[in-house]
C-alpha cells in the first residue's frame, strides 16, 4: 500500500483565494510526522509546515495550514489567499518515528490564475 | 554557504560510464538524504547519514549505487556502469540532529544517453 496518497494531480486556483490540497497516509505505527513542500519549476524543495501524530492543534505557518484529521488519517495542505508565486508542485511527506526515510507522495501541480 | 549546495547541477554521460555527484550540506548539519526524482514522479528514498552512524543504505537500487559521507560534512553519490534508466533528479537534504525540517539542495540532473 502507498504510504503517501496524493489523488490531485493538477488543481487550479483563483489568485486571493484559498485552496485545499489533499494528501492521506498510511501507517501502524503511532509516532510519525507529516511534511509539506513546496517545489517550484527552479526544482529546490522547499519546507512549508510539519505536523506531529500527538500534536493536539493543526500546524500553522504564515498562510499555510494543515488540517490533520488523524482518524481519516488525512493531512490536507490549505493556502489562504493565493498568490501567483504559489505555483509550483506541493508534495506530502511521511516520517515514521521508527524509520529514517521520508515517504513522498506524487505531488499536486497547483496553478495560480491572475 | 547559506544553503544546500550540489554540483554538478547538470550531467550528461554515456552509458556505461561512471558518475560522482556531489552534496555540500549546510554546516553543522549532522543528517544528511540522498532522493531521486524521476520525471513526474515523488521522492525515492536512497541512503541516510546521521553523525557518525552507519548510514541506512536500504534504498540503493542496485549495487552499483553507492555513497559516503566524509568527516561528516561533504557527500559523494557514485553511480557505476550508468543506465538509461538512472537518469532523473537526485536531491541532497541536510537537518541539524533531531530536527524535522529538511532543507534541499537544487538537485542535479543526470542524463544518461
Known amino acids: 500500500a502507498q504510504k503517501i496518497t496524493q489523488t490531485q494531480p493538477g488543481m487550479f486556483v483563483q489568485e486571493k483565494e484559498a485552496v485545499t490540497l489533499d494528501c492521506t497516509y498510511d501507517t501502524s505505527d503511532p509516532s510519525y510526522g507529516l511534511f509539506w513542500y513546496k517545489q517550484p519549476s527552479s526544482g529546490e524543495m522547499i519546507f512549508l509546515i510539519y505536523?506531529?501524530?500527538?500534536?493536539?492543534q493543526n500546524a500553522t505557518e504564515g498562510r499555510y495550514s494543515l488540517n490533520f484529521q488523524k482518524a481519516r488519517k488525512s493531512a490536507n495542505l490549505v493556502i489562504s489567499a493565493s498568490q501567483l508565486g504559489d505555483s509550483a508542485m506541493y508534495f506530502c511527506a511521511m516520517r515514521e518515528g521508527t524509520g529514517n526515510q521520508f515517504y513522498f507522495g506524487t505531488g499536486t501541480s497547483l496553478t495560480v490564475i491572475p | 554557504g547559506a544553503g544546500v549546495s550540489q554540483s554538478p547541477s547538470n550531467k550528461v554521460t554515456e552509458k556505461g560510464k561512471d558518475v560522482e555527484l556531489r552534496c555540500d550540506p549546510i554546516?553543522?548539519?549532522?543528517?544528511l538524504y540522498w532522493y531521486r526524482q524521476s520525471l513526474g514522479q515523488g521522492l525515492e528514498f536512497l541512503i541516510y547519514?546521521?553523525?557518525?552512524?552507519?548510514?541506512?543504505k536500504s534504498g540503493l537500487p542496485s549495487d552499483r549505487f553507492s555513497a559516503e559521507r566524509t568527516g561528516g560534512s561533504v557527500s559523494t553519490l557514485t553511480i557505476q556502469r550508468t543506465q538509461q534508466e538512472d537518469s532523473a533528479v537526485y536531491l541532497c537534504a541536510s537537518s541539524p540532529q533531531g530536527y524535522y525540517g529538511y532543507t534541499f539542495g537544487s538537485g542535479t540532473r543526470l542524463t544518461v544517453v
Open positions: 554546516s553543522g548539519h549532522t543528517a
Open positions: 505536523q506531529g501524530s500527538y500534536d493536539q
Open positions: 547519514f546521521q553523525g557518525n552512524s552507519a548510514p541506512d
